[in-house]
């Protein structure tokens, strides 16, 4: 028997839309192209960036869309479109409640600049814990959930796209197809054509994000919008090599039945809890470089800023750098509890944290011979600009390597605010719905956890608007 709803992807945005729809009433079947459900968001930090007003919290829209506009450079700005700003400030309070309801492990919030109040939330131990308790709630709803079956068609019925070919199979949707298969950071054809050589040459942290939501969207007739702009490529500590830990692997589950093993939540804890599952998630993380008072060392000896760093970087003949910390950040000295990163579960991770949980790229060093040493430059030139910077004082730390990756691409499907999928001269493309990134709609999301909570939002909008459409127009949106 054919679903309600038809959803392509099982990363956050598809496993969000499709609980949302199950809850609404509507059966749903989710196919995904890998072996196994997570997307980009099993490659995630796990962090979500919520406004909160009341009655549940004393934030307020319009100063939450203030502070993430200042994330933005100024030429950027009027490229957003504001009708999927509000729906985001208006609905992401409200996703946070819902996550909490499934069970969702959440800390936080923590403060971030420039917002002027904290409001980043960091799950336990990673990104892959939305990916647990998003499939725990779907098999209780009895969602379907196919992997290793990738889309290559969309169906229709005169005008309506009425579902999806996928493993060579065609399953059609009665009410609805949902495209929700992320972005195109490992598109090498169109990184190239819409980005800079530096993000069109750097690997994607998903390299199955191959952008074919985009695809799928024009073959009939979708536009596109702001391909051309990206925040990419982003700076990443390394993930450590190896197998992935596997006490996190997420549980997958297909056509109504475990096919994995259920692993259970994470228990609650203080803040030694806390920094103790970050911890444990920080050696399979990305983390990004964001300290200040600190200066990356290039592979020429050349010591440049954290902020703006990253073309640098990514111009060198290693593509790699190191994070240069002094005496200031170590014990009894100005900095020892500032932030050196994003990190899972406790939002953000010190240098402490990285002794704990990451001592593979922590190096001590006494002078500054034995961080050229470490480095491999000549310590004359490192000296050199050394000394044509701020007051270095030894000892000193280096944390890294870093290299250039693009987690996520910006340029998406033109939804309208009920991610209805519009065509080159603006109409809805009837029965298409997108999420996620490959329904960003023009959105530009720079600051930390706004992709990851524009997922898991924009799937639940989808959701609500193709139910509210079934209910009112005899069952089809």
């Known amino acids: 028997m054919n679903p309600d709803v038809v959803v392509v992807g099982a990363g956050a945005a598809g496993l969000a839309a499709a609980v949302s729809l199950a809850e609404a009433g509507l059966a749903c079947h989710v196919v995904e192209q890998n072996d196994r459900p997570g997307g980009t968001t099993a ?31 100024a030429d950027a700005a009027h490229l957003v479109p504001a009708d999927l700003r509000h729906l985001l400030a208006r609905t992401s309070g409200e996703t946070l409640g ?31 814990s939305f990916i647990w308790w998003l499939l725990r709630r779907a098999h209780q709803l009895g969602v379907t959930i196919t992997c290793g079956a990738r889309v290559t068609r969309l169906l229709r019925h005169g005008a309506r796209v009425a579902g999806v070919r996928a493993g060579g199979v065609d399953l059609r ?18 990184k190239a054509r819409y980005l800079t050589p530096a993000a069109a040459t750097s690997p994607a942290v998903n390299p199955t994000s191959r952008g074919d939501g985009l695809a799928l969207g024009r073959s009939v007739g979708a536009a596109w919008r702001n391909m051309g702009t990206a925040f990419a490529p982003q700076l990443r500590f390394v993930a450590r090599t190896g197998p ?35 911890w ?21 000896g050349e010591l440049i800023r954290v902020p703006g760093a990253v073309d640098r970087v990514a111009a060198t003949a290693s593509r790699t750098a190191y994070l240069l910390l002094d005496s200031r950040w170590l014990p009894g000295g100005e900095y020892p509890d500032r932030r050196i990163s994003s990190a899972p579960t406790m939002g953000f991770a010190r240098l402490a944290d990285y002794r704990a949980a990451r001592p593979d790229l922590v190096r001590d060093a006494r002078d500054v011979e034995a961080v050229a040493a470490l480095v491999g430059v000549p310590a004359e030139r490192l000296a050199g600009h050394l000394a044509g910077g701020p007051s270095w004082k030894p000892p ?20 309208d605010d009920h991610l209805r999928v519009l065509s080159g001269d603006g109409t809805p493309i009837p029965g298409l719905f997108a999420a996620g990134a490959a329904g960003q709609g023009g959105l530009l999301l720079l600051g930390h956890g706004l992709h990851l909570t524009w997922a898991l939002t924009s ?14 127009e005899g069952g089809t949106a």
């Open 98 to 128: 819902w996550l909490r309801a499934l069970g969702v492990p959440l800390t936080g919030p923590y403060p971030e600049h420039p917002h002027r109040r904290p409001r980043l939330y960091a799950t336990a131990p990673d990104g892959r």
């Open 280 to 300: 444990a998630a920080m050696p399979r993380a990305y983390m990004a470089p964001a300290a200040e008072d600190a200066a990356l060392i290039l592979d020429t």
């Open 396 to 415: 000193y730390v280096l944390v890294g390597p870093a290299r250039p990756v693009v987690t996520v691409t910006e340029g998406s499907l033109a939804v």
């Open 43 to 73: 490659h995630a930090v796990g962090s979500i960036c919520v406004c909160l007003p009341p009655p549940d919290g004393d934030d307020s829209i319009e100063d939450f869309l203030a502070d993430t506009a200042r994330f933005l450079p």
């Open 173 to 190: 949707g009665r009410v609805a197809t949902v495209l929700a298969c992320g972005d195109f950071a490992a598109n090498d054809d169109l």
């Open 244 to 278: 992935p830990a596997d006490e996190w692997s997420p549980a997958l589950f297909t056509a109504g039945q475990a096919a994995g093993r259920v692993i259970p939540g994470p228990a609650g804890g203080g803040a030694d809890e806390v920094r103790a599952s970050g």
């Open 459 to 472: 799937g639940r909008a989808a959701a609500h608007a193709i139910a509210a459409r079934a209910a009112g």
